[in-house]
């Protein structure tokens, strides 16, 4: 079993910050990227932010200067520490990691419940 823990969500006024927190537990063999994605009503999914287990990261154009994901591999954890909110960032925002639970099992993609963020103007 495979535990993602999404934390850190909330209401704030544009301009204000945030800082997500994602944890993985459970039956854990090993880590591959880990990334936060959104979803604004009426909308499709996005990918906001990944990285990889040795640190490179990718942000969306839309956050690129004001979000910055970051992971604490000894702890299983993904942050992300999100600044100079504006209400287009208003969404339920989910953690995601591909990991793999067994040494021969192959990677797969696991969710967390998803922590709504609200940016009000």
């Known amino acids: 079993q495979v535990q993602l823990v999404e934390s850190g969500g909330g209401l704030v006024q544009a301009g204000g910050s945030l800082r997500l927190s994602c944890a993985a537990s459970?039956?854990?063999?090993?880590?591959?990227?880990m990334g936060w994605y959104r979803q604004a009503p009426g909308k499709q999914r996005e990918l906001v932010a990944s990285?990889?287990?040795?640190?490179?990261?990718y942000h969306a154009d839309s956050v690129k200067g004001r979000f910055t994901i970051s992971r604490d591999n000894a702890k299983n954890t993904v942050y992300l520490q999100m600044n100079s909110l504006k209400p287009e960032d208003t969404a339920v925002y989910y953690c995601n990691a591909d990991l793999k639970t067994r040494f021969w099992t192959p990677y797969d993609d696991y969710w967390g419940q998803g922590t709504q963020v609200t940016v009000s103007s």
């Open positions: 990285i990889t287990s040795g640190g490179s990261a």
């Open positions: 459970g039956s854990i063999f090993s880590i591959n990227a």
